[in-house]
């Protein structure tokens, strides 16, 4: 059977790799484990799976909206935001129009540009950051959507506010920026200036968020975007009717108020990456400074055997060949004791033959 | 912003309405609620939460190759059945094709052909029935997929064995059967035959289930697929990395095996049925005889007017304009004393002024 022409270029999704008993620390999962919040939430609702959810989450995007003092209007959620990028294209992308992103991050926005049939032009990064100027000389008026992370993943940098300002000053106002802040809740940079600051003032910019992160609810699969009600409202109309999980709204309304367990993950992330930092020095790798929780560390050696040498010492961690950086691999900053441990077997795998 | 010509078209899905406190009977969800087996999946798995699930539904897939006896190549699984559709779609259909289904079924069929730029031919019923002729009629060589539900949703009606066989063998082989058994778990009548018997003999037929009705689970998002290696691998290529989430995979391997629960269904939904026609008979309401579990009225006046009345008495039932049939409801069988109210109110309904 003859498969749709566009997707002879796509690749299934290599997701992190491990195995049974070793530490997995290669999917920028949270440490401490899912929101107790939301777990209670999850308690309390289960006797309902009988129930469809709400094909519209209202529940979930009413506490999205007092949480960003936003209008409702302002808001979409999926089923992670993975699926969230695929809205967006199938909403806005027209078989042959051009998607422009960069050529060392996050896959997913290649995958939702092919599947709508359009064309993907990767701009390098730039010293591990978006590259703004190489962005915007690739839009032309063929150009239908530009994602950019920020934070990027894997390289954990950031674009600063007079970036993502002038960035969207410049950008032809029928271009629309696809802003995904994934690990935007990890940022401690005074410079970053969070998407929602800037949606009301720009109608062709979209924010994505997640849950999958901060929340530790990855495998509970959801995500949001905000913006203008004009752009985001359109969005509904290619979503499948009950793309959210009846749990997932639950789970996701209790874990934005889950400030203990917020602040806990972030001061485990901070004294992680300081710990890090001051190894790192140490032994003499070089790094991206993170935003986010995890590291991008160039390790000078082949990352797919890296990989294979952590994992035989019991650790799971990220070789980055796959997003176009081979000697560079991606740690997800986990407990005390989990990041001694990465030192450790980072620092034996110097004199290590491979 | 533009949005996708396509899209023009689409109108967002229309959910069975309720309103709080009324008895739901409108969504065809299971009146037993979640399968048991099922819920304790869930309270095990969901101090897992913060990690990704298996983009590959690996368990979930050995529990469906067992429960059938085919391969496990044989399957994929989604974010309930509707995504399956549009993943048989983003795979299938280039934009352009065609689509052929009938008029008054599940519109979810629709969509995902519109979804992916395709022209919907829409055949009608034949006494409340698929009208296999005329859906060969319409198959041309722009035909890429066909849709037919067994047992068709809203009218409860099936194909038998020898229909459906002498379909595939007219149907040309380039295009592909999409053969719907969300409910095919309920069909009593002998002459039905699973489309997993005929799978591995036609490799251009693909059949989807859910895990939404006889499994209780329709807030969790659990479908899936299966066909001939072949044709269902590709369909891997159009999907998201972590598209179903973490519960619905560990509760739909367990809830396979709930056989007390299952049975318990099904006797549930036999003797609704049982019920539910001698009453009618009595009230002199038409009605197709139902392989579903739920059944197809003809009111004889506004359905969305019935709809009101019922609603005002403290039930909501499906009114079918949607479907275009005007002057019918569905209604989902319910327990013994839901079928009671609910012929106590159809009762009433005859000397009402609606």
Redesign the interface.
């Known amino acids: ?5 566009t ?1 002879e270029s ?4 290599v ?2 790799k491990t195995r049974a008993g070793a530490v ?1 620390l290669s ?1 920028n ?2 440490p ?3 929101s107790p919040r ?2 209670n939430a ?2 309390r ?9 709400d ?1 519209r989450a209202e529940l979930l995007i009413d506490a999205l909206a007092e949480h960003f003092d936003l209008k409702r209007e302002c808001f979409i959620a999926g ?2 935001s ?2 969230i990028f ?1 809205l967006i294209a ?6 042959g129009q051009e998607v422009v992103t960069a050529d060392s991050t996050f896959s ?1 926005y290649n ?1 939702s540009g092919l ?3 359009g064309h993907v032009k990767k701009v390098p990064l730039k010293e591990g950051r978006f590259d703004t100027e190489g962005l915007l000389n690739a839009v032309n008026d063929k150009t239908s959507l530009v994602f950019i992370a920020n934070p990027n993943n894997p390289t954990g940098t950031i674009l600063r506010c007079s970036e993502i300002r002038s960035f969207m000053e410049r950008l032809p106002r ?1 271009v ?1 920026l696809v802003l995904d802040e994934a690990y935007g809740e990890f940022v401690t940079h005074p410079d970053f200036c969070p998407g929602r600051d800037l949606v009301m003032e720009f ?2 910019l979209i924010v994505t968020r997640t849950f ?1 992160k901060i929340y ?6 959801l995500g949001y975007a905000m913006g203008h009600p ?2 985001v409202q ?1 969005i ?3 979503k ?9 709204q639950k789970a996701g309304a209790e874990a934005l108020k889950d400030h203990e367990f917020i602040e806990r993950t972030l001061t485990l992330c901070r004294e992680g990456r300081e710990y890090l930092y001051k190894a790192l020095d140490k032994e003499g790798f070089f790094y991206y400074p993170s935003e986010a929780n995890f590291i991008c560390i160039r390790v000078v050696k082949d990352s797919k055997k890296v990989f294979d040498y952590f994992l035989n010492k019991g650790m799971a961690i990220r070789p980055l060949a796959s997003f176009g950086l081979n000697d560079w691999i991606r740690y997800t900053i986990g407990t005390e004791e989990q990041n001694r441990e990465f030192i450790s077997i980072l620092s034996s795998l110097k004199s290590a033959e491979i």
Chains 1, 2 share one sequence.
């Open positions: 059977m003859k498969i749709r022409k997707l796509v690749t299934p999704y997701a992190g997995k999917s999962e949270n401490l484990g899912p939301a777990l999850i308690t609702e289960m006797n309902h799976l009988h129930r469809y959810p094909g089923n992670g993975d699926e695929a199938g909403t806005y992308l027209e078989e997913e995958f599947l709508f049939g029928e629309i109608p062709n999958s530790g609810l990855a495998g509970l699969r004009t752009l359109e509904f109309r290619s499948q009717a009950f793309n959210v999980n009846l749990l997932a």
